[in-house]
């Protein structure tokens, strides 16, 4: 497959510049309903992110990791993707799962650790999963989500299913050794992969400068034999595009992509993190004010004439609704019950814990 | 359980290697990955022939890391197969533990059921065969203690099979513990075909009334050297081969100990925090009023393991002897 | 060993990071490296100010690896410093697993002591503080059973420096554990200036002569209330702050038990393979004759750590009167 | 410092061909004594290796990863360190441990396990270690003494002490987690560190195809931010040069090099493998016979008019000599005693130890 882009660029691939104008020589693929739908996912993404921020304020989630200023990334990476195919997330992929199929309801419902979080609240907020929609429940370890992701990728090519696997981290999760173990599978292995890899310029604290010595974290890839594209991350056509051409590769055989997403979280790192301890509140504006991949995107729909204020309103309607609706199904959900603490550690309970369960429970 | 059939003589790398080999003829999402366990036919040669007969989509030569093997292993078993991923000596495991200890052990359990990890980890362990620290340790205990995985170690070539024809069933991630030092040494008669030894079921290889002995892998053989000791002194000691660590057969144990009044466990691991204690407290826990003397754990000392001076390292059968005749004498 | 001078009032993230401050002004060797420790001070700001006050070559903020972390330490003790490798949180740890295993703890013993590793490994550990799988866990077992490492755990601030700078100060790497439950809820009177208290000595925090209760870190302080619930039912228990786990104080635990007739070991981990077990099996080789009931041991279920129902995961007062009733009772 | 010599070059750097005749437009800057001493070195140290294997074939050592073919490139990397410098071994260098100055006495010693050994037979054959050299036993874990080694080198830099750390890999090693993030951190704080990856070809059965899917190791230096070399491995002038350039660089303030030494082993991975199962023959004797790198600087050497018949057979008669006198050191010395088994666990015995040393040996 011809790459209609260039690999391992310096400056990142782009379709819209700030203002909203386009700026590629080339033309999006994508339908003028994909791209309002594109629109509508990121502004989607922003309220329930912001849904949970209130939560946590309220007390009633003890974390949350926001996506705010991730939107275009997340949801133009997994805007393509089959349901059959895989997503690996981490702990600020609530854009990729929205946009992979999870539900207000569900994404709410896991920030309240609630039985409709379809991973019952077993895992801290942040923690997106779903084994209907093969949204892989994610560890907090950083990085080692990709050899998993890469195995699964091998095993679509075994099984010939046609099977992609998306897998997302962090700039600060290419310095773990099993990301970097993982892409050299993936080269020698051809895997149906793609690395969607969104440098938000930060890990905790640490800049891409304290994290590694390489120019761009795509030429990475170039260590282990496939290719790396540098994008603008808050450029949701370019994300999408990109994306859709690395999914496409590698649906056909074409093996792994790395793609590096240029982007800004405007939050803390999480609800936990005080971040003026380590940068400006000057830098933070100039992203949120200026490069925002929301406010890009309505003023490209807008100068397109796909968008005007009437229909930008009544999306802003129909959004709370949803959201509302979302809040209060997750809020009706029950916490699962007690004594479900000992499922799913193994299939079925071990005489062990059938003795630990009786202790605690009076009963097995 | 066993399928009375045709039988042969067999060593354990290939009762192993028979395993594999029937259940992949019978199954085939089962495939096996690990460093050259390809045209090599594995360091042991387990997967000897394998790789001819399934060739390189279901005998996957990896590059060489095990955070790859084991991670890439769990996405194949999240994604509809059964890998078995071979570790070419368990003390190399441990460039890929958090694989194991953060992921694999924990998909079922933080997903609530949603994603499984039905795979095998298995490989040789354990010393005696001259290897230095670094070819010779006894890690079960750093598995045993992550909930999530079974842990089973075979003392023959029959439970070695139809443990791990077991093990590869299973919808559990199991990592499967081999003994190299009785993988040629120890041979008997195992069946053809597949049949199965359930995970969790000890097993009574000698029968006394005396003390119990309870041991596991290659250290069940010199607690029946030392039961042939003690018993030319007129000691009758029951000898227990738990198979299975996680789970263990409790049962068992405490049935015997129940009968005995005395308990001595046997392991290859390093004494402080070994597997042994977990069996100990446990007898403690259950069954301390039978007890007549201490609970005495015979094991390795607190160092790592020596390459010239591993005979003072292992236990041996003099230090068993020497411990059952202290519970005894108590 | 407290050198008697003015105190202040302190949390256990205080008197952890007094104890590095005043070691680093002390000794220009020491430093400290790992993610987030320089102008972000450590996310629980154990580290506040030290970059300010070291620089960048003495507080050095890392790349997000922890085999970096680890072995990157561990070339720097072997080259003539005394790193203090933080880990953001111990389960993060395991990434660099192979690094505490397979090197740290055995650059001494396959060198011949010709290298060493004066290191001390430090980090926030178990629950209670709704972090879910990841932010939770007390693997303390995993590192106690790596011969070569020293593994010490405070359960209140005062200990905590004064371990901390032993643990500093030490020839061999030390893993320091804090308990993140109460690394802002227990306060003490801590001592200004630097002190010690010894790696290997428990201390018995509350006496009492019908049961012994042992414990450290956070669930000491579980214990305490247990206590506290028991009293007043007229059940007098003594409780023992290990305080070191390897080494860890046998005489100490001996004395105790030969004198009440009862134990109970309390820790977060899970139960199976815990840590528990080294204490309970200890008691039941050195005691036995001494005890009046079973040894229970008190401990997590045996699965991972869940985000919402931890309350039924983790050992409270409950359990440990339930427990202690039991062996009284039997 | 400027390169004498280009990164990520798709061909070896070279001095001399296989038939020894200088090949580079750059003269080495060796002296001839440089030049001799190296070449004995090279002899020598296959001499020793020979040795090692008569004794495992004699049942004397139960292992032994042979070292034979990979001379110059273990020999030419550590001919310029100082004393003070930091090597890392992993289970291959005996060619490194010999330059850097450990004895025929005590490297057979440690063949055999005996108490001359520095590391006093704790480990299995082929892992030399020497504290006085800085010469740090290695483990057998492979990929994971880069960390160490940067450490030491982060430790150099903090101390001024101006030494530099050489580590040891091989191919297989670089796709070990622990090894990528170690060049990434090494990248990220300028350590003077040299990477001397000894591409071999194999890592015991699997080939450098199924290894990595880039083109060359040398270039995942870039990856992290820094220059990689590939060089003969078999031109000891070559890998001498280009080593001297990167240990120079790296002392005085240059930051990390890697060094792919494109090399081949003539024996199996060790004692306990079986080659014919993996490679053939005529690839074995291609190498043996055209590409030897003693042969070649022999040729070299005696075109350059510094070696003649005459002072070749005193070299081999003296170098005769010092192995066997190395042997009957090795062989005089005892093993060490039983109770140390105890020692070095910790830097004193702990108590629950003491209790162990008396069970066992009836005194502590
Ligand atoms: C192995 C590991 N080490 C440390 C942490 C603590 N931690 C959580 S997120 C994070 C930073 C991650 O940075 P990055 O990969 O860039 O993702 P981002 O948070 O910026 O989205 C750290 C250090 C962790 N979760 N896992
Ligand atoms: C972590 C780890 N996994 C597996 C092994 C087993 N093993 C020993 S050497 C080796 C191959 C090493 O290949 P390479 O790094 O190319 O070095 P070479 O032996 O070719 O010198 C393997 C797989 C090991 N020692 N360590
Ligand atoms: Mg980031
Ligand atoms: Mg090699």
Redesign the pocket.
Known sequence: MAAPFKPFTDSPIAYVDNDGNPVAKMKSAFSDDDLKRLYRLMVLCRAIDDRGYIMVRQGRAGFLAQTAGQEASQIGSAFTLEKKDWVFTTHRELGAALTKGMTPGQLLAHVLGKDLDPSKGRNMPSHYGDGELNIVTPSSVVGNKTPAAVGVAMAATIRKSGQVAMCYMGDGATSEGDTLAAFNFAGVFNAPAVFALQNNQYAISIDVKHQTKSRTFAEKASAFGFDGYLVDGNDVIACAEVSKFAIDKARSGGGPTLIEFLTYRYGPHSSADDDSRYRKKEEIELWRNTRDPIMRMRKYLTKQGLLDDASEAKMQEEIKHVVEQGLTEAEASPLPAPETVFDHAYATLLPHQIDEKIEIFGHA | MAIETATKTLTMVQAVREAMLEEMRLDDTVCILG??VGPRGG?FLCTEGLYAEFGPDRVIDTP?S?AGILGGALGMAMNGLRPIAEI??I??LF?GYDQLYSEIAKIRYRSAGMFKAPMVIRGPYGGGVRGGV?HSQSPEELFAHIPGLKVVVPSNPYDAKGLLISAIRDEDPVVFLEPKRIYRGVKNEVPEGAYTVPIGKAKVVREGSDATLISYGAMLHVALEAADRLAAEGKNVEVIDLRSLVPYDGETILTSVKKTGHAVVVVEAPKLGSFANEISAYIAEKAIEYLEGPIIRVASIDTSVPYNLEKYYLPDADRIVKATKKTLEF
């Open positions: 460093e050259d360091v060489l095990e070419q000596f003390d190399f460039p670094y």
